[in-house]
Each structure stands twice: as structure tokens, then as C-alpha cells.
């Protein structure tokens, strides 16, 4: 009896200290997951049920559109995108644009992480991640217009504010790209002026040489058009991360409204509208981040805060010259969540 009873207690004994194991060991992985951080700012959004149900055969696509004077519009996005939520919401989901995309083009979706077969032209049938690539699709949403021969007439890489979009969307309907006439040109002689007014910066530099800059350096162009400037300075250029990484660069504020003379930084004779055309860029406020007078990043679109000001940091650190700008994202946002902290992406 006394034997069983031992037994007993050594029963319980190993219970107990089973018990408080798996207790350490639970407070443990608590206390793991609460040291860290965590990403907020995805936006998770229902695609319109407007969009058209495509068998992805893009060919068949375009040969239905044009059958009824319409144009195909491939909208690429990637799910829980901050910019492409927004620009579902006013742009696709919002009249008078919606009515008007629904009365002059069919619109059908691309998951630039998708696994879906797209028969994009007779030679070029692969996954939606793999087209995504091929067509270097790296901000969403990027949004691409097929003429009827089934060419692209058209992109944009990024969100645009409904009155620049609106534009883009009167040049395709209008086939101004029949004309030659280049979507930069359309915009600046279509988008209402005056909707802005330039504003100054303590951290922008006065020069008309930016050859002469050996810093890293960083190029705004804006214009009296630009809807998303206030934003810009009111959202981004204020924000103390953004602020904190801009330190190391030359920030020079161009207005691609002026025909004064530039030099550029290969030390050509300019204008800032010229030299924002031959960086192909459709958006305002657009930037251009160049390191040692070479170009290293162009940003056509709206970011925020996060998005900014670690492509500002990529460069101004060195680690574009050794990697590309994926491969660090995805290190640098390993390291802040491991380091405790919260990454905004709509911020």
C-alpha cells in the first residue's frame, strides 16, 4: 500500500511538473509573439462584380472589346493593397468615373500573385505572378490598355487621383495614341490647371545644376496640375521617418510648368518637363532618387510613408549595390518586426 501510494505522489509530482513545463512554455511563445511588431495598414476589397468574367485568353478578350468600340483594361493588383483599395474606391466604385469605365472598356483582373493560366499573346501563355513579372509589374495597381491589335496603348503604374485618371482614360477612349500624341503630352494639355500651388521646403535645395550634386540626390517634379501635392507635403514630406531618411540627399524641387533651362545629371542643357518625359513619368508630385549621378529609383505613383522612406534608405545606405530593392524589403521588414516594430502601410 504504501509502495502504490508512493507511486501515487510520483505520479502527481510528474504531472505537476508537466503541467508547469508546458505553462513556461506557452508564457514563453506569448512572450515571443508579443515581442514582435506587427504590419497594419492592408486594405482587403471586393473587386467590383462589374469586372468581366474573363477566361483570360486575352486575344478573345480584345476581339469581343473592339466588336463594341471598347477597350481592354487589365488591372493588376495584389490583395490587401492599400493603394489599389483606394483607388477601387474612388475611381471604380465611385460615379461619374465608374459609369464611364463600365460604358467604354471591359476590365479584367490580374493577381500578380495569382496562379491562373493568362494566354497573354500567341507566344506568351504563364501564370498571372509570372505575366506580372514578365511585365515588370512592381506597383500596384498597374493598369494597362489593349488596343484592338491587342497592343498596349497605355499603362500606368500606381494609383492616380480621379481627375489625372480621368485623362488617362480620355486618351485611350479617344485613341489620341493614334495620333502619336504621348500620354504626357495629353495630360498636359487636358488636366485643369491651377489645382495647386508650389509650395516651399527647409529641406529642398535651389539649383539649376544637378550635375554639380555628388550627394545622393533626390529630384521632386511637380506642376500647377498636380492633385496629390498637398497630400505629399502634408503626409509625407512631414512625416519624421520620411524626414529622418532624406538627410543624406540633395532634395531639389522641380516645376515641370517652367521652361527654365536645367542641366540634368548627366550635364545636359534641359527643361524640367523635358527631363520628367524622358524618365516616363505620367504622375505628380513624381520622384527620381539618383546616387553618384546615376538613376537608382523612379517613383511615378502616390506612396506612403513606409514605402517611401525605405526606398529612400536602400539607396542613401548602399544597398542597392548589392541587391535588388525585393530582397532588401524583405530583410529590412524582418528586421523592424523582430525589432518590436508596427508597420503602417497606408500610413
Known sequence: MAGFSQKLVSIFAFLVLFTAANSLL???????????GEVTGGAPHTLPDWFKESFLDIADDVEEANDEDRHVMLFFHLTNCPYCNRMLTESFETDP???????HFDVIVINVKGDREVAFTEDISVTEKALAEQLNVFATPAIMFLNKDNKAVARVDGYRAPPRFQQVLNYVTSKSYANKTTLSDYLNNNLKKDVYQLRDNPMFTQTNDLSAIKSPLMVIFEDSACNDCTEFHDRLLSHKDVITETKPYTVVRLDTGSTQEIIDPDGNKTTAKAMADALNMTYRPGVAVYDNGKLVRRVDSLLYSFHFKEGLRYISGGYYKNEE????????REELLSARVTINLAE
Open 325 to 332: 530593392y525585393r530582397s532588401y524589403s524583405e530583410k529590412r
Open 26 to 36: 506557452l508564457l514563453s511563445g506569448t512572450a515571443t509573439a508579443a515581442e514582435r
Open 97 to 103: 468615373l465608374q459609369s464611364y469605365i463600365q460604358g
